[in-house]
């Protein structure tokens, strides 16, 4: 079974500046992908980056960016120039290659200090 | 535009009353899920179709059942709920699997509470 571990419930950044959200995971699975969801109030699950396990380079999507470390086990998600609209909680999520299944982490809560 | 759309956005039902959430999708996805969300925890997979093929976690209740009468919808029925069901249940959707080329549409959620 595969879990992820997200060991930092809350988060608190300044507008514009940088925050850094961790995430580890264990499998005994070569393929896989990893991924961070933003749900803010709304509710509604965003996916805001993924990274495929094979690829060495790390993930890009304008502010946000990614941080793998294969044999580590760690996945950190960087949120650069960090805006209002980026307050929400935010979550690690693991899936086997060709798999269904979504697995996540317990969650962030990312606030954001005008 | 929504896509993935979710009714009611809240539930109430009483204890061991019946309650049915319903899920529909405008993307012709094949793939439908239904996650459990309680209160700070993660979102658990409780089942999903594949186009018509069921497929349960096995950690999911029996007090738990699915619906997928064509594509576009998808139920989710709790027969008997209990004060643990409480929770926000999200639908989501996918062409295919989850994969480097595929993500998951999900809806807003349904907040369900029981009293």
């Known amino acids: 079974a595969q879990t992820v571990t997200q060991s930092q419930p809350e988060m608190s950044v300044q507008e514009a500046e940088t925050v850094t959200l961790s995430c580890t995971y264990d499998?005994?699975?070569?393929?896989?992908?990893l991924f961070w969801y933003k749900q803010p109030p709304s509710r509604q699950m965003i996916l805001v980056i993924r990274?495929?396990?094979?690829?060495?380079q790390n993930a890009t999507e304008n502010r946000f960016s990614v941080n793998f470390q294969k044999a580590a086990k760690s996945f950190s998600l960087k949120i650069s120039d960090s805006q209002l609209g980026d307050a929400a909680m935010y979550f690690c999520?693991?899936?086997?290659?060709?798999?269904?299944?979504?697995?996540f982490g317990a969650g962030t809560t990312v606030t954001v200090r005008a | 535009d929504a896509m993935v759309i979710q009714n009611p956005r809240y539930q109430v039902t009483q204890f061991g009353k019946p309650v049915t959430l319903s899920c529909s999708q405008t993307l012709n996805h094949n793939v439908m899920y239904w996650y459990q969300q309680k209160s700070s925890q993660a979102p658990k997979l409780l089942f999903h179709?594949?186009?018509?093929?069921?497929?349960n976690e096995a950690d999911t209740p029996d007090n738990f059942q699915s619906r997928r009468p064509n594509t576009s919808f998808c139920f989710l029925d709790i027969r008997s709920p209990g004060l643990g069901d409480a929770a926000m249940y999200l639908c989501?959707?996918?062409?295919?699997?989850?994969?480097?080329?595929?993500?998951?549409?999900f809806g807003s959620g349904t907040q369900l509470s029981v009293l």
């Open positions: 990274q495929e396990a094979y690829k060495q």
């Open positions: 499998t005994s699975e070569s393929d896989y992908y």
């Open positions: 179709y594949y186009d018509k093929d069921f497929n």
């Open positions: 989501a959707t996918s062409r295919t699997g989850v994969d480097a080329n595929e993500k998951l549409f």
């Open positions: 999520a693991f899936s086997r290659s060709n798999d269904y299944k979504l697995s």
